[in-house]
T-cell receptor, first 112, second 118 residues
Framework: QKEVEQNSGPLSVPEGAIASLNCTYSDRGSQSFFWYRQYSGKSPELIMSIYSNGDKEDGRFTAQLNKASQYVSLLIRDSQPSDSATYLCAVKRGNAGNMLTFGGGTRLMVKP | EAGVTQFPSHSVIEKGQTVTLRCDPISGHDNLYWYRRVMGKEIKFLLHFVKESKQDESGMPNNRFLAERTGGTYSTLKVQPAELEDSGVYFC????????????????FGEGSWLTVV
């Protein structure tokens, strides 16, 4: 079992729709959760971080965390073609320094 | 402000040769990390420097890999001798401090060095 699992996609949504990206993790000691966006050939860019159960909203992005179910998700409202990218879920144990454990990423395609 | 820069962006070498990858972190960032993504796999942690000291090198695959950060500024990652399975993208990242809820620090990634071993 992978430590962090994501559906590789591609996830295709029409422009203006809500894109829902999901991630599950196996380590119950994980305490910090991050979503990175990566355009092809570019660097991963942090777009959301979440540390406690519930929802966290930032603009068109909402991260949701459920530690009991070991599940974290990212919702993108009013999806735009510019949101087309690979979205990487990463988790960190509380006492594991700064080591991030990544999922394989979900490729999102937003069609005009 | 310049981001994390990596050199070379692409490298093709023969099996058995040596390659040295360089990373320049964001100025003032004491924390420097190396990650890599081999074909079809997820991005995996290699090691973490705090200034010039290796804080965690648990992800280094074997002794063919040597990372250094002399003077606590730029870092190099040398692969000697390179094997076919070393092909992939090597990412460098940096941060001022731990990425977490208290510090508010962010880990910034470079665009990666693409290594192909033939």
């Amino acid at each position: 079992q992978k430590e962090v699992e994501q559906n590789s996609g591609p996830l295709s949504v029409p422009e203006g729709a809500i894109a829902s990206l999901n991630c599950t993790y196996s380590d119950r000691g994980s305490q910090s959760f991050f979503w990175y966006r990566q355009y092809s050939g570019k660097s991963p860019e942090l777009i959301m971080s979440i540390y406690s159960n519930g929802d966290k909203e930032d603009g068109r992005f909402t991260a949701q965390l459920n530690k009991a179910s070991q599940y974290v998700s990212l919702l993108i409202r009013d999806s735009q073609p510019s949101d087309s990218a690979t979205y990487l879920c990463a988790v960190k144990r509380g006492n594991a320094g700064n080591m991030l454990t990544f999922g394989g990423g979900t490729r999102l395609m937003v069609k005009p | 402000e310049a981001g994390v820069t990596q050199f070379p962006s692409h490298s093709v070498i023969e099996k058995g040769q040596t390659v040295t990858l360089r990373c320049d972190p964001i100025s003032g960032h004491d924390n420097l990390y190396w990650y890599r993504r081999v074909m079809g796999k997820e991005i995996k942690f290699l090691l973490h420097f705090v200034k010039e000291s290796k804080q965690d090198e648990s992800g280094m695959p074997n002794n063919r890999f040597l990372a250094e950060r002399t003077g606590g500024t730029y870092s190099t990652l040398k692969v000697q001798p390179a094997e076919l399975e070393d092909s992939g993208v090597y990412f460098c990242a940096s941060s001022q401090g731990p990425q977490g809820p208290v510090s508010g620090n962010t880990i910034y990634f470079g665009e990666g060095s693409w290594l192909t071993v033939v």
